[in-house]
């Protein structure tokens, strides 16, 4: 009762929760999960795309444009090449999800939160499936993003 005379008495009505939650810089109580899981997998998405498009361009798998002449050959293999081919699929379906998040949650928070953890998801891929070695000081960096992101988060949106 107190929340909706407080709402009446600065002249705003009771709106719409995703349209509430986005001017406030929350996310809303009832779209939490759904935030949460189309979150999640745009990270799982976007960093498993990043690591099949390394891939796919890596090895024999490689294919080199020296010249203008060179451009349909790497088209061709472009096109002809299935881990390339998962990849694109992987990014669309990482668009669809972004933008269901982005639905859900303040830009301002979702952007930076989706960088720093597929920064953090794409290493630890990178790592396991690529044998890319990860130094202590990139972990480091990736630790500051991790942190400066938390405050984000924390500092934005009403409970």
């Known amino acids: ?15 719409d929760p995703i349209e509430e939650a986005q001017r406030t810089g929350g996310i809303p109580r009832g779209k939490r999960r759904n935030f949460i899981i189309s979150f999640i997998l745009v990270v799982i998405t976007a960093s498993s795309a990043d690591v ?3 891939y796919s361009v890596s090895g024999d ?3 080199t444009v020296n010249s203008l002449s060179d451009i349909p050959d790497a088209a061709l293999h472009m096109l002809t090449n299935v881990w390339l081919i998962l990849a694109i699929v992987l990014i669309l379906i990482q668009f669809v999800t972004f933008a269901q998040a982005l639905r859900l949650g303040p830009l301002s928070f979702v952007v930076p939160m989706r960088g720093a953890c597929t920064y953090v998801a794409t290493a630890l891929l990178a ?5 890319e070695e ?20 924390l500092t934005g949106g009403e409970d």
């Open 1 to 15: 009762m107190a929340n909706r005379r407080n709402q009446s008495d600065n002249g705003h009505s009771p709106a």
């Open 52 to 54: 099949l498009i390394k």
């Open 61 to 63: 798998r490689a294919f």
């Open 127 to 131: 790592q396991a499936f690529l044998g």
């Open 134 to 153: 990860v130094t202590l000081e990139r972990w480091g960096a990736i630790v500051v993003i991790l942190v400066g992101v938390t405050i984000i988060g």
